[in-house]
T-cell receptor, first 112, second 114 residues
Framework: AQSVTQPDIHITVSEGASLELRCNYS??????LFWYVQSPGQGLQLLLK??????LVQGIKGFEAEFKRSQSSFNLRKPSVHWSDAAEYFC??????????FGPGTRLSVLP | DTAVSQTPKYLVTQMGNDKSIKCEQN?????MYWYKQDSKKFLKIMFS???????INETVPNRFSPKSPDKAHLNLHINSLELGDSAVYFC?????????????FGSGTQLSVL
């Protein structure tokens, strides 16, 4: 069965700084990979997804993620963080015939 | 219009009571889900329905019973509530249930069992 780890429980960055959130997955075949964001009191919203092709994918709100098969990683990046990016971020993996599995989440705090 | 709406947003109740959470989607999707998010933010699937048919039923106590009167609605009924049921419950939908599809989430129902 697939699994997802997000090594960082909580990250704090200053507004304007760059951001990288880590995600590692375990899956036997080519995975479907997702990043979702959850703002306080809200449901999850899809930021971006990867299925195949170009390993660098662009998403909404200026986010991008890079799939590295050799490292089983799908890290999320943003060059300049805004205060409104403070939220919980979830990496998820899916595959043929398999449920989505969400990682434990990384809470992002942004300092003014 | 809200794509996936669930009610109520907050639910506070005593142990042993029975309660229901309702969910509706206006996206025309075939598949709907219930997820449970615990106090550590861990998100786990409970059920999924495709066009009113139960597809996924994870290891969930049978006190939890989903009901789908039509493909736009998936309600969750919980009998004999326990303290450990306290969590945020999210309804979600996707177009056909394929695992490469985007999930659309409701804003959650925070259940507190006292």
């Amino acid at each position: 069965a697939q699994s997802v780890t997000q090594p960082d429980i909580h990250i704090t960055v200053s507004e304007g700084a760059s951001l990288e959130l880590r995600c590692n997955y375990s899956y036997g075949a080519t995975p479907y990979l997702f990043w979702y964001v959850q703002s306080p009191g809200q449901g999850l919203q899809l930021l971006l997804k990867y299925f195949s092709g170009d390993t660098l994918v662009q998403g909404i709100k200026g986010f991008e993620a890079e799939f590295k098969r050799s490292q089983s990683s799908f890290n999320l990046r943003k060059p300049s963080v805004h205060w409104s990016d403070a939220a919980e971020y979830f990496c998820a993996v899916g595959g043929d015939g398999q449920n989505f599995v969400f990682g434990p989440g990384t809470r992002l705090s942004v300092l003014p | 219009d809200t794509a996936v709406s669930q009610t109520p947003k907050y639910l506070v109740t005593q142990m042993g009571n029975d309660k229901s959470i309702k969910c509706e989607q206006n996206l025309g999707h075939d598949t709907m889900y219930w997820y449970k998010q615990d106090s550590k933010k861990f998100l786990k699937i409970m059920f999924s329905y495709n066009n009113k048919e139960l597809i996924i039923n994870e290891t969930v106590p049978n006190r939890f019973s989903p009901k789908s009167p039509d493909k736009a609605h998936l309600n969750l009924h919980i009998n004999s509530l326990e303290l450990g049921d306290s969590a945020v419950y999210f309804c979600a939908s996707s177009e056909s249930g394929s695992y490469n599809e985007k999930l659309f989430f409701g804003s959650g129902t925070q259940l507190s069992v006292l």
